[in-house]
Protein backbone atom coordinates (compact mmCIF):
# COMPACT_ATOMS: atom_id res chain seq x y z
CA UNK A 1 0.00 0.00 0.00
CA UNK A 2 1.58 3.26 -1.00
CA UNK A 3 1.61 6.23 1.18
CA UNK A 4 0.07 9.23 -0.58
CA UNK A 5 1.82 12.86 -0.73
CA UNK A 6 -0.20 14.96 1.79
CA UNK A 7 -2.53 12.57 3.54
CA UNK A 8 -2.83 11.91 6.66
CA UNK A 9 -0.34 8.94 6.31
CA UNK A 10 2.12 11.17 4.48
CA UNK A 11 2.15 13.23 7.54
CA UNK A 12 2.08 10.68 9.52
CA UNK A 13 5.55 9.31 8.56
CA UNK A 14 6.84 12.77 8.79
CA UNK A 15 6.42 12.78 11.89
CA UNK A 16 7.90 9.41 12.65
CA UNK A 17 11.35 10.51 10.64
CA UNK A 18 11.38 13.46 12.41
CA UNK A 19 11.02 11.83 16.05
CA UNK A 20 14.40 10.14 15.62
CA UNK A 21 16.13 13.01 17.38
CA UNK A 22 14.04 13.60 20.05
CA UNK A 23 13.14 10.25 20.80
CA UNK A 24 16.54 8.75 20.60
CA UNK A 25 17.67 11.57 23.24
CA UNK A 26 14.79 11.60 25.56
CA UNK A 27 14.34 7.72 26.12
CA UNK A 28 17.98 7.80 27.36
CA UNK A 29 18.20 10.01 29.72
CA UNK A 30 16.43 8.90 32.39
CA UNK A 31 19.20 5.98 32.62
CA UNK A 32 22.37 7.58 31.72
CA UNK A 33 23.23 7.74 35.32
CA UNK A 34 22.77 3.76 35.48
CA UNK A 35 25.18 3.68 32.24
CA UNK A 36 27.97 5.67 35.18
CA UNK A 37 27.76 2.63 36.96
CA UNK A 38 27.68 -0.30 34.34
CA UNK A 39 30.43 0.95 32.39
CA UNK A 40 32.61 2.46 34.41
CA UNK A 41 32.39 5.58 33.03
CA UNK A 42 31.97 8.91 35.57
CA UNK A 43 28.82 11.45 34.90
CA UNK A 44 30.73 13.67 33.05
CA UNK A 45 32.04 10.87 30.73
CA UNK A 46 28.43 10.15 30.35
CA UNK A 47 27.64 13.21 29.37
CA UNK A 48 29.87 13.15 26.11
CA UNK A 49 27.65 10.29 24.79
CA UNK A 50 25.16 13.03 24.28
CA UNK A 51 27.80 15.13 22.88
CA UNK A 52 29.20 12.70 20.64
CA UNK A 53 25.62 11.81 19.59
CA UNK A 54 25.06 15.13 18.74
CA UNK A 55 28.27 15.82 16.65
CA UNK A 56 27.67 12.73 14.95
CA UNK A 57 24.31 14.28 13.76
CA UNK A 58 25.51 17.29 12.75
CA UNK A 59 28.28 15.68 10.41
CA UNK A 60 25.41 13.75 9.02
CA UNK A 61 23.62 16.95 8.28
CA UNK A 62 26.97 17.17 5.23
CA UNK A 63 26.07 14.33 3.16
CA UNK A 64 22.17 13.48 3.29
CA UNK A 65 20.79 16.60 2.41
CA UNK A 66 22.86 16.77 -1.24
CA UNK A 67 22.70 12.90 -1.78
CA UNK A 68 18.98 13.19 -1.31
CA UNK A 69 19.04 15.95 -3.55
CA UNK A 70 21.03 13.97 -6.42
CA UNK A 71 19.74 10.30 -5.87
CA UNK A 72 16.42 11.05 -4.54
CA UNK A 73 15.04 10.98 -1.07
CA UNK A 74 13.86 7.19 -1.06
CA UNK A 75 17.09 5.56 -1.58
CA UNK A 76 19.37 7.86 0.64
CA UNK A 77 16.59 7.49 3.28
CA UNK A 78 16.65 3.58 3.35
CA UNK A 79 20.65 3.77 3.90
CA UNK A 80 20.28 6.06 6.66
CA UNK A 81 17.89 4.33 8.58
CA UNK A 82 19.56 0.87 7.88
CA UNK A 83 23.10 2.62 9.16
CA UNK A 84 20.91 4.12 12.49
CA UNK A 85 19.43 0.25 12.84
CA UNK A 86 23.03 -1.56 12.80
CA UNK A 87 24.31 1.60 15.07
CA UNK A 88 22.10 1.34 17.91
CA UNK A 89 22.82 -2.71 17.97
CA UNK A 90 26.27 -1.33 18.76
CA UNK A 91 25.45 0.47 21.06
CA UNK A 92 23.50 -2.41 23.12
CA UNK A 93 26.57 -4.41 22.66
CA UNK A 94 29.46 -2.16 23.73
CA UNK A 95 31.71 -3.21 26.62
CA UNK A 96 33.36 0.31 27.59
CA UNK A 97 32.40 3.95 28.26
CA UNK A 98 34.71 4.55 25.64
CA UNK A 99 33.11 2.30 23.01
CA UNK A 100 29.54 4.01 23.60
CA UNK A 101 30.77 7.17 23.32
CA UNK A 102 32.30 6.27 19.76
CA UNK A 103 28.87 4.06 18.76
CA UNK A 104 26.72 7.00 19.57
CA UNK A 105 28.54 9.15 17.54
CA UNK A 106 27.64 6.95 14.76
CA UNK A 107 24.41 6.46 16.05
CA UNK A 108 23.67 10.28 15.58
CA UNK A 109 24.96 10.16 11.98
CA UNK A 110 22.57 7.70 10.93
CA UNK A 111 19.65 9.65 12.81
CA UNK A 112 19.99 12.42 11.25
CA UNK A 113 18.65 10.75 8.44
CA UNK A 114 15.47 10.89 9.65
CA UNK A 115 15.08 14.35 10.39
CA UNK A 116 16.54 16.21 6.96
CA UNK A 117 15.09 14.03 5.02
CA UNK A 118 11.84 14.18 6.51
CA UNK A 119 11.99 18.07 6.39
CA UNK A 120 12.64 18.09 2.20
CA UNK A 121 10.21 15.20 2.27
CA UNK A 122 7.78 18.01 3.60
CA UNK A 123 9.02 20.81 1.36
CA UNK A 124 8.53 18.56 -1.39
CA UNK A 125 4.88 18.09 -1.68
CA UNK A 126 3.91 21.43 0.71
CA UNK A 127 4.13 25.02 -1.03
CA UNK A 128 6.41 27.59 0.80
CA UNK A 129 2.98 29.33 2.65
CA UNK A 130 1.83 26.01 3.65
CA UNK A 131 5.26 25.27 5.24
CA UNK A 132 4.76 27.17 8.50
CA UNK A 133 1.82 25.38 9.80
CA UNK A 134 2.69 21.86 8.61
CA UNK A 135 5.95 21.58 10.51
CA UNK A 136 3.66 23.62 13.48
CA UNK A 137 1.32 20.65 13.79
CA UNK A 138 4.00 17.63 12.91
CA UNK A 139 6.18 19.32 15.78
CA UNK A 140 3.27 20.13 18.04
CA UNK A 141 2.64 15.89 17.18
CA UNK A 142 6.47 15.12 18.33
CA UNK A 143 5.61 15.95 21.85
CA UNK A 144 4.18 12.33 22.09
CA UNK A 145 7.35 10.85 21.14
CA UNK A 146 9.03 13.12 24.26
CA UNK A 147 6.56 12.82 26.22
CA UNK A 148 6.20 8.71 26.31
CA UNK A 149 9.85 8.31 26.14
CA UNK A 150 11.26 9.74 29.52
CA UNK A 151 8.83 7.34 31.15
CA UNK A 152 9.20 4.29 28.95
CA UNK A 153 13.12 4.81 29.48
CA UNK A 154 12.87 4.81 33.30
CA UNK A 155 10.60 1.88 33.44
CA UNK A 156 12.79 0.30 31.17
CA UNK A 157 16.15 1.45 32.79
CA UNK A 158 14.85 -0.19 36.32
CA UNK A 159 13.38 -3.12 34.87
CA UNK A 160 15.75 -4.43 32.47
CA UNK A 161 18.85 -2.47 32.29
CA UNK A 162 20.04 0.42 29.85
CA UNK A 163 20.67 -1.79 26.85
CA UNK A 164 16.71 -1.99 26.86
CA UNK A 165 16.34 1.92 25.56
CA UNK A 166 18.30 0.81 22.67
CA UNK A 167 16.60 -2.38 21.89
CA UNK A 168 13.48 -0.52 21.67
CA UNK A 169 15.11 2.27 19.33
CA UNK A 170 16.38 -0.53 17.18
CA UNK A 171 12.59 -1.80 16.38
CA UNK A 172 11.43 1.82 15.91
CA UNK A 173 14.19 1.86 13.18
CA UNK A 174 13.39 -1.33 11.55
CA UNK A 175 9.31 -0.74 11.51
CA UNK A 176 10.20 2.77 9.64
CA UNK A 177 12.94 0.89 7.46
CA UNK A 178 9.87 -1.36 6.46
CA UNK A 179 7.65 1.14 5.91
CA UNK A 180 9.35 3.12 3.49
CA UNK A 181 10.90 0.05 1.50
CA UNK A 182 6.88 -0.98 0.72
CA UNK A 183 5.11 2.12 0.78
CA UNK A 184 6.82 5.59 0.16
CA UNK A 185 7.63 6.73 -3.06
CA UNK A 186 10.05 8.99 -4.65
CA UNK A 187 8.56 12.96 -4.45
CA UNK A 188 12.32 14.57 -5.24
CA UNK A 189 11.32 16.44 -8.97
CA UNK A 190 14.16 18.63 -8.94
CA UNK A 191 17.02 16.12 -9.00
CA UNK A 192 20.29 17.52 -9.56
CA UNK A 193 22.29 15.48 -12.91
CA UNK A 194 25.47 15.27 -10.37
CA UNK A 195 26.84 16.22 -7.12
CA UNK A 196 29.09 19.07 -8.00
CA UNK A 197 31.11 20.32 -4.92
CA UNK A 198 31.93 23.61 -6.21
CA UNK A 199 28.00 24.49 -6.99
CA UNK A 200 27.29 23.21 -3.54
CA UNK A 201 29.69 25.15 -1.80
CA UNK A 202 28.48 27.89 -3.98
CA UNK A 203 24.90 27.25 -3.16
CA UNK A 204 25.89 26.79 0.63
CA UNK A 205 27.47 30.16 0.41
CA UNK A 206 24.62 32.01 -0.79
CA UNK A 207 22.58 30.39 1.82
CA UNK A 208 24.62 31.26 4.46
CA UNK A 209 24.96 34.81 3.24
CA UNK A 210 21.70 35.83 3.13
CA UNK A 211 20.91 36.89 6.71
CA UNK A 212 17.14 35.93 6.64
CA UNK A 213 18.26 32.09 6.50
CA UNK A 214 21.38 32.87 8.90
CA UNK A 215 19.17 34.32 11.30
CA UNK A 216 16.71 31.38 11.15
CA UNK A 217 19.47 28.88 11.64
CA UNK A 218 21.62 30.47 14.49
CA UNK A 219 18.13 31.18 16.48
CA UNK A 220 17.07 27.23 16.33
CA UNK A 221 20.93 26.41 16.90
CA UNK A 222 21.09 28.66 20.13
CA UNK A 223 17.76 27.17 21.49
CA UNK A 224 18.86 23.75 20.75
CA UNK A 225 22.03 24.41 22.98
CA UNK A 226 19.69 25.28 25.69
CA UNK A 227 17.50 22.06 25.11
CA UNK A 228 20.68 19.62 24.86
CA UNK A 229 22.61 21.79 27.91
CA UNK A 230 19.08 21.12 30.20
CA UNK A 231 18.98 17.32 28.80
CA UNK A 232 22.68 16.59 29.42
CA UNK A 233 22.40 18.19 33.58
CA UNK A 234 18.95 17.88 34.73
CA UNK A 235 18.98 14.02 35.19
CA UNK A 236 22.15 14.49 37.40
CA UNK A 237 20.76 17.06 39.32
CA UNK A 238 17.07 15.26 40.30
CA UNK A 239 18.44 11.84 40.75
CA UNK A 240 22.56 12.30 42.28
CA UNK A 241 21.14 15.35 43.90
CA UNK A 242 17.82 15.07 44.73
CA UNK A 243 17.78 11.38 45.13
CA UNK A 244 15.14 10.69 42.50
CA UNK A 245 14.46 7.67 40.47
CA UNK A 246 14.98 6.88 36.98
CA UNK A 247 11.10 6.55 36.57
CA UNK A 248 10.48 9.68 38.84
CA UNK A 249 12.36 11.70 36.60
CA UNK A 250 10.93 10.00 33.44
CA UNK A 251 7.58 11.65 34.71
CA UNK A 252 8.80 14.98 36.29
CA UNK A 253 10.37 15.96 32.62
CA UNK A 254 6.70 15.74 31.52
CA UNK A 255 6.81 19.21 32.33
CA UNK A 256 9.02 20.40 30.38
CA UNK A 257 7.33 18.42 27.54
CA UNK A 258 4.17 20.04 28.52
CA UNK A 259 5.93 23.60 28.15
CA UNK A 260 7.05 22.65 24.06
CA UNK A 261 3.79 21.72 23.62
CA UNK A 262 2.24 24.50 24.90
CA UNK A 263 4.68 26.59 22.63
CA UNK A 264 4.04 25.22 20.04
CA UNK A 265 0.04 25.06 20.27
CA UNK A 266 1.16 29.18 20.82
CA UNK A 267 3.12 29.17 17.71
CA UNK A 268 -0.33 28.17 15.77
CA UNK A 269 -2.91 30.82 17.10
CA UNK A 270 0.39 33.09 16.20
CA UNK A 271 0.92 31.96 12.84
CA UNK A 272 -0.70 34.64 10.62
CA UNK A 273 -0.98 37.21 13.11
CA UNK A 274 2.30 38.24 14.09
CA UNK A 275 5.38 37.67 11.57
CA UNK A 276 7.66 34.66 11.95
CA UNK A 277 10.73 37.36 13.12
CA UNK A 278 9.13 39.06 16.03
CA UNK A 279 7.34 35.89 16.84
CA UNK A 280 11.24 34.60 17.52
CA UNK A 281 12.24 37.92 19.18
CA UNK A 282 10.09 37.11 22.11
CA UNK A 283 10.57 33.19 21.84
CA UNK A 284 14.20 33.79 22.58
CA UNK A 285 13.56 35.70 25.34
CA UNK A 286 11.92 33.23 27.35
CA UNK A 287 15.05 31.09 27.59
CA UNK A 288 17.03 34.57 29.38
CA UNK A 289 14.07 34.53 31.67
CA UNK A 290 14.31 31.03 32.51
CA UNK A 291 17.42 30.45 33.27
CA UNK A 292 17.47 33.80 35.28
CA UNK A 293 14.70 32.01 37.04
CA UNK A 294 16.93 28.96 38.31
CA UNK A 295 19.64 31.40 39.35
CA UNK A 296 17.23 33.63 41.67
CA UNK A 297 15.96 30.44 43.83
CA UNK A 298 19.88 28.96 44.31
CA UNK A 299 21.42 32.59 44.99
CA UNK A 300 19.22 31.97 48.24
CA UNK A 301 20.43 28.44 48.93
CA UNK A 302 17.03 27.13 47.74
CA UNK A 303 17.16 23.91 45.47
CA UNK A 304 14.21 22.09 44.76
CA UNK A 305 12.69 19.97 41.68
CA UNK A 306 10.21 22.81 40.95
CA UNK A 307 13.56 25.29 41.14
CA UNK A 308 15.16 23.19 38.41
CA UNK A 309 12.10 21.91 35.81
CA UNK A 310 9.81 25.13 36.23
CA UNK A 311 12.68 26.91 34.63
CA UNK A 312 13.45 24.05 32.12
CA UNK A 313 9.42 24.24 31.31
CA UNK A 314 9.89 27.87 30.26
CA UNK A 315 12.44 27.04 28.03
CA UNK A 316 10.80 24.84 26.63
CA UNK A 317 7.78 26.72 25.27
CA UNK A 318 10.15 29.37 24.24
CA UNK A 319 11.96 25.88 21.87
CA UNK A 320 8.55 24.67 21.05
CA UNK A 321 7.56 28.37 19.40
CA UNK A 322 11.27 28.92 17.96
CA UNK A 323 11.41 25.13 16.35
CA UNK A 324 8.39 25.22 13.55
CA UNK A 325 8.82 28.82 13.20
CA UNK A 326 12.86 28.53 12.36
CA UNK A 327 12.20 25.09 10.34
CA UNK A 328 9.98 26.47 8.23
CA UNK A 329 11.34 29.60 7.44
CA UNK A 330 14.74 28.32 7.15
CA UNK A 331 13.94 25.22 5.06
CA UNK A 332 11.14 27.17 2.98
CA UNK A 333 13.16 29.70 1.46
CA UNK A 334 15.10 27.44 -0.99
CA UNK A 335 12.90 24.71 -2.41
CA UNK A 336 14.99 23.19 -5.37
CA UNK A 337 17.84 22.92 -2.69
CA UNK A 338 15.27 22.16 0.39
CA UNK A 339 17.56 19.28 1.25
CA UNK A 340 20.55 21.35 1.12
CA UNK A 341 19.19 23.71 3.07
CA UNK A 342 17.80 21.30 5.80
CA UNK A 343 21.19 19.92 6.10
CA UNK A 344 22.95 23.40 6.80
CA UNK A 345 19.82 24.00 8.66
CA UNK A 346 20.37 20.62 10.78
CA UNK A 347 24.16 20.85 10.81
CA UNK A 348 23.91 24.36 12.93
CA UNK A 349 20.84 22.63 15.22
CA UNK A 350 23.07 19.74 16.12
CA UNK A 351 26.67 21.15 16.33
CA UNK A 352 25.47 24.59 17.84
CA UNK A 353 23.38 22.24 20.48
CA UNK A 354 26.43 20.18 20.60
CA UNK A 355 28.16 23.21 22.45
CA UNK A 356 25.72 22.94 25.25
CA UNK A 357 26.27 20.10 26.52
CA UNK A 358 29.98 20.55 26.05
CA UNK A 359 29.66 24.11 28.67
CA UNK A 360 27.45 21.99 30.96
CA UNK A 361 29.40 19.19 31.08
CA UNK A 362 32.85 20.53 31.64
CA UNK A 363 31.22 23.15 34.01
CA UNK A 364 29.63 20.14 36.06
CA UNK A 365 33.04 18.51 35.94
CA UNK A 366 35.02 21.05 37.78
CA UNK A 367 34.44 20.45 41.62
CA UNK A 368 35.76 22.89 44.22
CA UNK A 369 36.55 23.00 47.49
CA UNK A 370 33.68 20.43 48.29
CA UNK A 371 33.60 17.20 47.13
CA UNK A 372 30.43 17.10 44.48
CA UNK A 373 30.01 21.06 43.98
CA UNK A 374 31.10 22.69 41.00
CA UNK A 375 33.98 25.40 41.16
CA UNK A 376 31.49 27.39 39.07
CA UNK A 377 29.24 28.09 41.95
CA UNK A 378 32.42 30.02 43.21
CA UNK A 379 32.93 32.06 40.94
CA UNK A 380 29.62 33.54 41.10
CA UNK A 381 29.72 33.98 45.12
CA UNK A 382 28.28 31.01 45.91
CA UNK A 383 29.07 29.49 49.22
CA UNK A 384 26.96 25.87 49.56
CA UNK A 385 25.92 23.18 47.35
CA UNK A 386 22.47 24.18 47.00
CA UNK A 387 23.49 27.64 45.37
CA UNK A 388 26.30 26.00 43.26
CA UNK A 389 24.75 22.74 41.81
CA UNK A 390 22.31 24.67 39.25
CA UNK A 391 24.98 27.08 38.62
CA UNK A 392 26.49 24.66 35.76
CA UNK A 393 23.53 25.26 33.87
CA UNK A 394 23.13 28.69 33.96
CA UNK A 395 26.51 30.08 33.48
CA UNK A 396 26.89 27.59 30.88
CA UNK A 397 24.03 28.32 29.00
CA UNK A 398 23.01 32.06 29.19
CA UNK A 399 25.27 33.05 26.69
CA UNK A 400 23.56 30.93 23.95
CA UNK A 401 20.60 32.31 25.21
CA UNK A 402 21.70 35.88 24.57
CA UNK A 403 23.06 34.71 21.37
CA UNK A 404 19.96 33.35 20.62
CA UNK A 405 17.76 36.64 21.19
CA UNK A 406 20.67 38.33 19.14
CA UNK A 407 20.47 36.52 16.11
CA UNK A 408 16.43 36.69 16.16
CA UNK A 409 17.20 40.82 16.70
CA UNK A 410 18.91 40.26 13.15
CA UNK A 411 16.47 38.80 11.67
CA UNK A 412 13.98 41.14 12.19
CA UNK A 413 16.16 44.17 10.96
CA UNK A 414 17.25 42.07 7.43
CA UNK A 415 13.58 41.09 7.12
CA UNK A 416 12.59 44.80 7.26
CA UNK A 417 14.93 46.01 5.34
CA UNK A 418 13.85 43.60 2.55
CA UNK A 419 10.20 44.46 2.89
Not at 150 to 168: N, S
Not at 347 to 360: D, H, P, R, S
Amino acid sequence: MQITPRSAGYVALLVALSSFGPLTMSIYTPVMPLISGTLGGGPDEVKLTLTTYMLGFAVGQLFYGPLSDRFGRRPVLLGGLFFFTATTLGCIYAGSIESLIAQRFLQGVGACAGVVIGRALARDVYEYKELPRVIGWISLALNISPAIAPTVGGYLGERFGWTATFWVLAGFSTILLLVVALSLSETNKHRSSSIDAVALLRGSGEMLRDRIFLGYVLAMGFSFAINFGMIAGTPFILQDHLGFTPREFGLLVLLSVAGFTAGGICNQLLIGRISPPRILRWATACHIIALLGMALPASRDTIAWWTILLPHMLASFGSGIVVPTAGAGAVGLHPKLAGTASSLFGLAQMGIGALGTVAVAVLSGMEGGTAGVPLVGAWVGCGTQACAVPMPLVIGLLPFAVAGALSAWMLQRASDQQV
